[in-house]
């Protein structure tokens, strides 16, 4: 079966990094999306991942690892409006886009 | 401005209504998307289209219908086979398959 599997809550102090990980067991592999979610909204697209490596965008950085299976998600200088769930996503060799649960980041001062 | 709408934003009925939830975009992409998301829960995909007057069932297609007969309109009913029906319904759109996806505000249904 396919899966992605992300922690269920993290929390993280204001101006703090963390590190939101996803892995994944798919058929196939046409690419990894990360989205913001916050609470109540739609969900809104953060990173692009197709090939291994680190994509930086501003104080939102995504990295891949195809033959691990493996992405995570680095969020640096932390602010309040960060507090959201990120969700990973995964397309597979259908190009179906297969979703985790999510993670929800608790942002405290 | 170019985006997705879904209206309303709430919506309530009594079990054993069909309920039709709207979708419209105008960012001229040719897939669209519907899900559904519960409490702590991922994205279950419901239906897809990747073109005008086709569409495919999702995961979680049974008690749902669509249509696609406009390139900018996906509109999904809710049918009273929907055993729980109570949810947050999402609409997304995308250029292609392959690239990412666009969401609309929501629908939160309540049926009781």
């Given amino acids: 079966g396919q899966n992605i599997d992300q922690p269920t809550e993290m929390t993280a102090t204001e101006g703090a990094i963390v590190q939101i990980n996803c892995t994944y067991q798919t058929s196939g592999f046409n690419g990894l999306f990360w989205y913001q979610q916050h609470a109540g909204e739609a969900p809104t697209f953060l990173s692009y991942n197709v090939l291994d490596g680190l994509e930086e965008k501003g104080r939102f950085s995504s990295f891949l690892s195809r033959s691990k299976g493996y992405s995570y998600l680095l969020l640096k200088e932390l602010q309040m409006k960060d507090s959201a769930s990120y969700l990973c996503a995964v397309t597979d060799s259908n190009y179906q886009l297969i979703w985790g649960a999510g993670t929800k980041l608790i942002i405290k001062p | ?112």
Wanted: charged share 20%; proline share 4%; glycine share 8%.
């Fill in chain 2, 1 to 112: 401005d170019g985006g997705i709408t879904q209206s309303p934003k709430y919506l309530f009925r009594k079990e054993g209504q069909n309920v039709t939830l709207s979708c419209e975009q105008n960012l001229n992409h040719d897939a669209m998307y519907w899900y559904r998301q519960d409490p702590g829960q991922g994205l279950r995909l419901i239906y897809y289209s990747q073109i005008v007057n086709d569409f495919q069932k999702g995961d979680i297609a049974e008690g749902y219908s669509v249509s696609r007969e406009k390139k900018e309109s996906f509109p999904l009913t809710v049918t009273s086979a929907q055993k729980n029906p109570t949810a947050f319904y999402l609409c997304a759109s995308s250029s292609d398959v392959t690239y990412e996806q666009y969401f609309g505000p929501g629908t939160r249904l309540t049926v009781t």
